[in-house]
């Protein structure tokens, strides 16, 4: 038997998709396994602990901590912002308090330990050494031996996606190691694909980790687990008992992928294409009956479409074949979405919102960057969604290589222009992956230090600095007074999984636009 396990700290408010999806791959080989999401029980374990309230702020939130909680899986109560916002920031600002050393940081959607960095071999390596110090201990160390235990494992599996796991799921490693010596450990996920594409990356944890995995994980877990021979094994994501579980949202969030890697895999500076990730994609005659089985025996409140883009393909599948429940994804601008009737379409088979990698409003940008699209296709998609009642979170990116200071104002101008189309946005300043191709062409200096580490920083060729692109963003950008009513509607640290529940097509309580602290947005 095998325990997958989903360390702290992500956003607690849906089930893993990874740990789900080989669930999913080991049931249908007859493989026992069990499920921990170790993230949503640790942050409630912190939260039910003691904290000293010392200041106003944390005594009231430690006294409505339980309101809170109730308040944000009823979906009436995402009709005011305000109330919403509040709730979120007091749960927050107890997580924070729940560490007590001045160098740990949790909360709502993070981890850090400023002594430790998840970018650090060495320091992944003491984080398993020494577990007590991890500020989700007193979780884990009663948790951890009573699942085992019961569930006689003799493997351990512990997905990680994102940085913020990486201590947590070190440390967690490190304790079942202690006290479980003869247990195997695999690790796998996101993060741990892009450390072993690295071109000088070393397994340096032997001991402590029996096996690494890249990739998308089925069927490598499969072969170390006897059952070798089958491919891909692809199978239908299992939630076991994670369906029942009280996340923080409004019902239950279904994570579902219909395809691994990206179908474009063309853009500059990409992950998956500099780490030569295949793109494997369910057919849509699959998809959609696949999706309508699950919607009918678990009644989602919302699907979350997890694709790093869900391919037209799939989008006309849903437009003739609704998958039965609300959904949203990450989706391409495509001349698909300029259709009008097709956008209606979608509305009608569920769609509330879809994210867009739109990057930039100005086109010699776009065409650097392989983007695929143009302006103008984008400002008719914006209109045709709008004009469907689907919601947009539109995802922009600044200080790219071939981004000036007067480009990224045609970004500003763009977004003015479209203000009214869009509902939500993503505004990042660029980091340089060290892997793609590209950043050979770039003079680099540090940026995150560690053996580990995923980007770097570099001088930029127009001599537009991090500094300055920051004080464009924060100080014109977001301050510009047809953009900030779109930057405060963002939902605090849950933002795009819980901005759903504040769009009119999800939430029949938002027939009137959206307040924030008591002003209309």
Not at 54 to 80: E, M, P, Q
Not at 295 to 318: C, K, W
Not at 394 to 412: H, N
Request: glycine share 8%; proline share 7%.
């Amino acid at each position: 038997m095998i325990l997958l396990i989903h360390p702290p700290a992500t956003k607690p408010c849906e089930p893993p998709a990874g740990i789900t999806q080989l669930a999913g791959a080991l049931g249908s080989h007859g493989i026992p396994y069990g499920l921990l999401d170790a993230n949503l029980e640790g942050m409630l374990y912190q939260l039910e602990a003691p904290v000293d309230a010392f200041d106003t702020w944390t005594r009231r939130a430690k006294k409505n901590a339980s309101s809170h909680l109730n308040s944000l899986r009823n979906l009436s109560f995402y009709g005011r912002f305000d109330r919403y916002k509040r709730a979120v920031l007091d749960l927050n600002r107890l997580l924070e308090k729940s560490a007590t050393d001045k160098d740990l940081r949790i909360s709502l959607a993070d981890y850090e330990d400023r002594s430790l960095s998840p970018t650090r071999t060495d320091d992944l390596l003491s984080a398993a050494e020494h577990p007590e110090k991890n500020p989700f201990y007193p979780y884990f160390s009663q948790r951890l031996p009573d699942v085992i235990e019961k569930g006689q494992y003799g493997y351990i599996g512990v997905s990680l996606s994102f940085l913020s796991q990486a201590l947590s799921g070190f440390a967690m490693i490190g304790f079942v190691k202690r006290r479980f010596p003869a247990l195997k450990i695999i690790i796998g996920g996101g993060l741990v694909t892009s450390w072993m594409k690295r071109a000088t990356f070393r397994n340096s944890f032997g001991g402590l980790i029996d096996y690494m995995v890249s990739g998308p994980g089925e069927e490598a877990l499969l072969n170390i687990l006897g059952k070798t021979g089958h491919g891909r094994a692809r199978s239908r994501p299992a939630y076991g008992f994670l369906h029942s579980q009280k996340y923080l949202a409004p019902g239950f969030i279904m994570p579902y992928s219909s395809s691994s890697g990206c179908y474009w895999g063309k853009c500059a500076f990409c992950p998956e294409k500099a780490e030569g990730n295949r793109y494997e994609q369910l057919p849509a005659r699959v998809v959609t009956p696949e999706l309508i089985g699950l919607v009918e025996a678990l009644r989602p409140a919302l699907i979350h479409l997890t694709d790093n883009a869900v391919s037209p393909a799939v989008l006309r599948g849903f437009a003739e074949n609704p998958p039965g429940a609300p959904w949203y994804g990450f989706a391409r601008v495509t001349d698909c979405l300029t259709d009008p009737d097709f956008c209606v379409a979608l509305k009608r088979s569920g769609c509330v919102m879809l994210k867009l990698g739109v990057e930039s409003g100005n086109q010699d940008v776009l065409d650097a960057m392989h983007k695929g699209n143009d302006v103008s296709t984008t400002s008719r998609a914006l209109r045709a969604l709008s004009n469907a009642g689907i919601a947009t979170y539109v995802y922009l990116l600044f200080g790219t290589p071939w981004e000036s200071e007067d480009k990224a104002r045609r970004t500003l101008d763009f977004t003015v222009k479209h203000s009214a189309c869009i509902d939500f946005l993503n505004v990042a300043i660029f980091n340089l992956p060290r892997l793609s191709p590209e950043s050979f062409d770039l003079v680099q200096t540090d940026f995150y230090e560690g053996d580990l580490s995923l980007y770097t920083n570099f001088v930029h060729p127009h001599g537009w600095t991090r500094r300055n692109v920051r004080s464009f963003v924060e100080r014109e950008f977001r301050q510009h007074s047809a953009i900030k009513p779109i930057v405060l509607r963002q939902p605090p640290l849950f933002t795009s999984n819980h901005a759903p529940f504040f769009c009119r097509a999800m939430n029949p309580l938002l027939s009137e636009p959206v307040r924030i602290d008591g002003e209309f947005a």
